[in-house]
Nanobody, 126 residues
Framework: QVRLVESGGGSVQAGGSLRLSCVGARSDRTITRVAWFRQAPGKDREWVAGIFVVGHVPAYSDSVKGRCTVSRMNENDEVTLEMTNRSPDDTAMYFC???????????????????WGQGTQVTVSS
């Protein structure tokens, strides 16, 4: 049973940074990629960033490219998302998702991920 657990959310002022953490993806050897999504009230869940388990190749959405870093730490089964220069538009619940990559799948389809965490709230004030 895979259980993804996010942590690191909280409140930050505009321009500040937060580092989110997700653990639990290593418990299933079929998981080949881990992603971060976010969902603001009244909006659809939006893909933010992702990383392949092997090779640690990252990918970013256009909305965060240049101010976001996703990393995987081998030694402690942790995938982190660090975002700088946050704005109130970044306020959302952030979710960690994991699944198996298959040819033709994109990063941003919610249905392509088998496992989800409960989410961690990030609030950015102006």
């Amino acid at each position: 049973q895979v259980r993804l657990v996010e942590s690191g959310g909280g409140s930050v002022q505009a321009g500040g940074s937060l580092r989110l953490s997700c653990v639990g993806a290593r418990s299933d050897r079929t998981i080949t990629r881990v992603a971060w999504f976010r969902q603001a009230p009244g909006k659809d869940r939006e893909w933010v960033a992702g990383i392949f388990v092997v090779g640690h190749v990252p990918a970013y959405s256009d909305s965060v490219k240049g101010r976001c870093t996703v990393s995987r730490m081998n030694e402690n089964d942790e995938v982190t998302l660090e975002m700088t220069n946050r704005s109130p538009d970044d306020t959302a619940m952030y979710f960690c998702a994991a699944g198996q990559y298959m040819y033709g799948r994109t990063w941003y389809q919610v249905a392509d991920y088998s496992y989800w965490g409960q989410g961690t709230q990030v609030t950015v004030s102006s």
